[in-house]
Structure formats: structure tokens, C-alpha cells
């Protein structure tokens, strides 16, 4: 943000809070009977937990309590793969359809709506993968993590990138996280609160109509095999 004068980073930072808590507080009371279906569709499936919660890194790298619903087995957020795959044996019937609709961000409103998180932001990372953010990958981290972003709608299908043979984790190190990286950098460097909206609309279009907007790769993934 060092393109704006001081005082106008501080109008700046307070009208996007603004936007924040009107755009999460709204969103909340307007899916809340939503998100009451597929809490109850949780609990009669696999009992409680009903939310997922995991530390994941903030802005300027600070952890904070994410919010997800469960879309695991109640054990099974603690073992094997810090990635989710697209046949993963740990998702529940249930947790299928959060996935692939990606209802179980719903409680990062909440979130939002603390301060951890902003509307439009990169996604917030595991800590698995926090040595990653290193050789200027770390300016990533100079943004609030958000719901919505270039990422999250280009990576939507994020699962069905990985190729058969290669490690999962590895992949995922070689070549989707510096490619999220460098798309966050491109855009959030950039950003405005226009330009913040479009993606808040072509993200909810997709998840509407379900159509698929890809990340171009290029040849990333034959160069790390």
C-alpha cells in the first residue's frame, strides 16, 4: 500500500473494514438458515463436531483460529494429508457435497467479522506449508487472508490439478503454491475496492452455475516431475 499517503491508507483500510463487516454481517443473517441445513445435515450424519478449526497463517504471518464445517470424519482432520484430494476416503457423503459446493467456508464469515479475515484476501495457508513463503513469496503476507480472491476462483477444482505418481505435498510446494503466489502478488498489489467487487461477483457466478475458470498453469507441472 505504499502507493497511497498516509492518511488516505487510513480511509483506505477503514472504508475495506467497513465493506468487511457490512458484506460479512449480511451474508451471515441471509445464509444463516442455510448454514442451520447443513450444520443438522452434519450432526445426523457423523454426530459433532459440526466445525472444523485449524491455525492458519494471517496477515504479517500471524496465526489465527480458522472456521470451517467439518467435512471430514470426526477423527480424521488430524491424520494423513494436509491437502484435500478429489477422491479423498476422509470426506464424509456430506462433506462431498460442502467440497465440491464449498459451503464449508460458510463460518469464516465469522472470521471476517473478527478481523482475522477480509471479503477478498489470499486464502489463509496451513502452517504445513509456511516455509514456503520465502524468495519474496512472503509479500503475500502483507494482505489480510480473505474468502475471495483471483485464487480461490481460479483454483476452485484445486484438486484436480494433482497428476497420478507424483507426491500430493510436493505438488502442491513445487507448483501450486508458487503459482497462487504469484497471483496474489500480481493482483493484491494492485487491488481496489472495484476491482474487489468483480471478484466477489465472478466468484459467486461460479459457484452458481458451476462453471470453471482455470489457472494457467503452463508447463509447471512437467518441469517438476
Known sequence: MDR????????????????????????????????????????????????????????????????????????????GCPLTMEADGRLTKVGRVLAVSKLDELPQLWNVLRGDMSVVGPRPESLAFADCFRNGFEKVHQHKPGLFGPCQVMFRHESKYYPDGVAAVDFYRKVLFPAKAEIDLAYFSRRTLASDLGWIVRAAWVLATGSRVEAALGDRPNQQK
Open 4 to 79: 497511497f499517503s498516509e492518511p488516505t491508507y487510513r480511509i483506505h483500510i477503514g472504508l475495506r473494514r467497513a465493506v468487511d463487516v457490512l458484506g460479512a454481517g449480511g451474508a451471515a443473517f441471509i445464509l444463516a438458515p442455510l448454514m442451520l441445513i447443513v450444520a443438522l445435515a452434519i450432526w445426523i450424519e457423523s454426530g459433532r463436531p459440526i466445525l472444523f478449526s485449524q491455525i492458519r497463517l494471517g496477515q504479517y504471518g500471524r496465526p489465527f483460529r480458522m472456521y470451517k464445517f467439518r467435512k471430514f470424519g470426526p477423527d480424521c482432520h488430524s491424520q
